[in-house]
T-cell receptor, first 117, second 117 residues
Framework: NAGVMQNPRHLVRRRGQEARLRCSPM?????VYWYRQLPEEGLKFMVYLQKENIIDESGMPKERFSAEFPKEGPSILRIQQVVRGDSAAYFC???????????????FGQGTRLTVV | AQTVTQSQPEMSVQEAETVTLSCTYD???????LFWYKQPPSRQMILVIRQEAYKQQNATENRFSVNFQKAAKSFSLKISDSQLGDAAMYFC??????????????FGEGTQLTVNP
């Protein structure tokens, strides 16, 4: 059973371009969580999605950032018109059931390091 | 909102010795979960140990143990018989109960642990 897969591992974008980060959850997992880790900082929660639904986006910047988790395919974190401050590592985690509801754990991917030049 | 504080940006230990990493948190909730994650240079987030707040007994996982002081809101990690492979960034994290609020982890800023041979 493969773990949480994120691609690409490294992504370089010029200012103003779009960045699309992909996350394939573990098999059988329908809950996905995105976190951002700025340099020298801890991870910060961004958004929690179930299949086709955004459950909690309290950590998402109001502009330029969006996330989806379609019925088929990976979860996508999309950043439009990237700026240098978006440079960070973006982590995805997945769980089989809601972590808070069933006291279960989420498993993390290895992250995508986004560099904006 | 909950906050997690790790006051030691860096720690070092001699191989085979014991080291303790500190973590304090702030919350008004009575039921919650606490975690220690390890992030080696590969960036993979690895769950080291977890503690349920309602349990008085401190969690233990092989060489890793915690000292959970609920009244003091303190959650330190003790690593015994340190090994070179323990070198990593260590993050303390908090999670609420509840299907939505329990979906997100709040992380501290991390402690970089160096193990000297």
């Amino acid at each position: 059973n493969a773990g949480v897969m994120q691609n690409p591992r490294h992504l370089v974008r010029r200012r103003g371009q779009e960045a699309r980060l992909r996350c394939s959850p573990m098999k059988g997992h329908s809950h996905v969580y995105w976190y951002r880790q700025l340099p020298e900082e801890g991870l910060k929660f961004m958004v929690y999605l179930q299949k086709e639904n955004i459950i909690d986006e309290s950590g998402m910047p109001k502009e330029r950032f969006s996330a989806e988790f379609p019925k088929e395919g990976p979860s996508i974190l999309r950043i439009q018109q990237v700026v240098r401050g978006d440079s960070a590592a973006y982590f995805c985690a997945s769980s089989q059931v809601p972590t808070g509801d069933m006291n279960t754990e989420a498993f993390f991917g290895q992250g995508t390091r986004l560099t904006v030049v | 909102a909950q906050t997690v504080t790790q006051s030691q940006p860096e720690m070092s230990v001699q191989e085979a010795e014991t080291v303790t990493l500190s973590c304090t948190y702030d919350t008004s909730e009575s039921d919650y979960y606490l975690f220690w994650y390890k992030q080696p240079p590969s960036r993979q987030m690895i769950l080291v140990i977890r503690q349920e707040a309602y349990k008085q007994q401190n969690a233990t996982e092989n060489r890793f143990s915690v000292n959970f002081q609920k009244a003091a809101k303190s959650f330190s990690l003790k690593i015994s018989d340190s090994q070179l492979g323990d070198a990593a960034m260590y993050f303390c994290a908090y999670r609420s109960e509840g299907e939505t609020s329990g979906s997100r982890l709040t992380f501290g800023e991390g402690t970089q642990l160096t193990v000297n041979p």
